[in-house]
Nanobody, 122 residues
Framework: VQLQASGGGLVQAGGSLRLSCAAS????????VGWFRQAPGKEREFVAA????????TYADSVKGRFTISSDNAKNTVFLQMNSLKPEDTALYFC????????????????WGQGTLVTVSS
């Protein structure tokens, strides 16, 4: 499975960005896609995840009510709509695939894409 993340950029606080994660290669009916982020000097942390079958979603408390994860199953693409962005959302954002269900734990994900940089200015 290959993952291509895109959509990062520079935005002012309060603004919005939409990230995309396109998956290619072998896919699995039970797989989930997660978004993680890593700020300079910090560990990679969970942001949101979605099960491709059924569409159930999970969010980190820090982004609930501001971020929305969604999917276009026909295109094997997952989106992360980020609204009301804050400077503390600045990070390299990664998408990842877990073959057997959703999780908030990064060590349980099987495939990772390259990151896309999100910078939120104050």
């Amino acid at each position: 499975v290959q993952l291509q993340a895109s959509g990062g950029g520079l935005v002012q606080a309060g603004g919005s960005l939409r990230l995309s994660c396109a998956a290619s290669g072998r896919t699995f009916s039970t797989y989930a896609v997660g978004w993680f982020r890593q700020a300079p000097g910090k560990e990679r942390e969970f942001v949101a995840a979605i099960r491709m079958s059924g569409g159930s979603t999970t969010y980190a408390d820090s982004v609930k009510g501001r971020f929305t994860i969604s999917s276009d199953n026909a295109k094997n693409t997952v989106f992360l709509q980020m609204n009301s962005l804050k400077p503390e959302d600045t990070a390299l954002y990664f998408c990842a695939v877990r073959r057997l269900g959703s999780s908030t734990r990064k060590e349980l994900y099987d495939y990772w894409g390259q990151g896309t940089l999100v910078t939120v200015s104050s």
